[in-house]
Every structure is written in C-alpha cells, then in structure tokens.
C-alpha cells in the first residue's frame, strides 16, 4: 500500500489545529 | 475543514519510553511505557504534556520506538542493528537538545526516511553530566546502502553541519563495550 508521510512542514501545521 | 474533525493517522504506531537511572532497582524496571500514539494529533498531545528533554535528570532517557519494539539492543528488532549517533557537548544542551529531538521526532512519525523508513526502529536522547547523546536506531547494519542513506538524511533534518562528522554503530560492536572503544561502521 502507500505509506503515509507527512513532511515538516505539515506536522508543524498540525500542532497549531484545533 | 476536515482538520479540525479528523485526526490524521500515522504510517506506523509509536510508543513513548521514559527511562530513570535508579540504582536501587533492575535496569529494566527503570524502563517505562508513557504512551503509544498513531495519530498526528496524538503525537502532539503527548509532545506538549511531557517534559522538554533538556529538563529531564541526568541519567533519564526519552525514547520513542515502533509499537512492539522495546528501546533496548536485545529486543529481537533491535539486535542486527545499530544507531546513528550523535553526541552533544554540555554547552549545547540549553540551545539545541530540544530542537534536535523534535527534528528527530517528525522523521520518524512522518516516515521521512522515505523508502527506508521500514529500517527505522525508533530514536533514543540521553541526557547525561558528561554529555547528551541522540541515537536514531535502525534494525540491520549489515544493510549498508539504507544505513547511509539514513544517517544523511538525519544529519540534514537536524541541520548538522557539515563539518561534524556523526557515526554509525552496531549494536553488536556496542553491546558490553564503553562508548568511546566502539568502532564507526559508517560515518557522514
């Protein structure tokens, strides 16, 4: 299957979601 | 926005240890589970809930390994393995453990060592008197192309300058051995 990947700059959008 | 409903998941799940030097008990009964966590927002959670490294005690060890793998060289996992190693000099604990251990968080949950990201075991910070230490542990070291591959694309997500040279130990070479007798299999 595919892996998923997040890159930097999105784990660092997601530590500022709600 | 689906951001705010949904929690993103991760390639893998990740277990986060503590380990605390207390010598009045079996090394392995210092070595405790905090949490595991397979989602971005999980990852987070448990980021901003837990002590920076940097305050941790001397003799205190933060790792986060795949589910399944313990933060040990004996783990069946672990074993053929080996780590990328850096060592950090005492100045450099107050401006830089923390930034380096986060650097070295996202590669692992972000699966950002691409197609070698099944070699990652997990990562393991020190924290010493004499000097902090950051492993990232891989499961084969007779697997040299991944190995190298591994430890250049740690040294550029930690920004390490080029002119610091980080190496590659086996476990095998480690294990019983003092840290300063062990010999680079790699280095970049």
Redesign the interface.
Request: net charge positive; charged share 40%; hydrophobic share 40%.
């Given at each position: 299957g595919t892996?998923?990947?997040?890159?930097?700059s999105?784990?660092?959008q997601?530590?500022n979601?709600? | 926005d689906p951001d705010s409903v949904i929690k993103h998941p991760l390639q893998n799940s990740w277990a986060m240890w503590f380990f605390k030097n207390d010598k009045t008990r079996d090394w392995k009964d210092n070595l405790r589970v905090i949490t595991t966590f397979d989602t971005v927002e999980d990852f987070w959670g448990l980021y901003n809930h837990t002590l920076p490294a940097s305050k941790l005690q001397s003799g205190c060890d933060y790792s986060v390994f795949k589910a399944g793998i313990q933060p040990m060289w004996e783990d069946a996992q672990n074993k053929k393995g080996g780590r990328w190693l850096i060592n950090l000099n005492k100045s450099q604990r107050q401006p830089h453990l923390d930034d380096l251990w986060l650097e070295t968080l996202l590669c692992l949950i972000g699966e950002g060592f691409d197609e070698y990201s099944d070699d990652i075991c997990g990562a393991t910070v020190n924290i010493r008197t004499k000097g902090d230490k950051l492993g990232l542990w891989t499961r084969d070291a007779s697997r040299n192309d991944a190995t190298r591959k591994i430890g250049i694309k740690l040294k550029e997500s930690l920004n390490v300058p080029p002119k610091i040279v980080i190496g590659f130990q086996a476990h095998s070479d480690t294990a019983g051995k003092a840290g300063s007798t062990v010999k680079n299999r790699f280095t970049v």
């Open positions: 892996r998923i990947v997040y890159d930097r999105r784990l660092m997601l530590r979601s709600p | -």
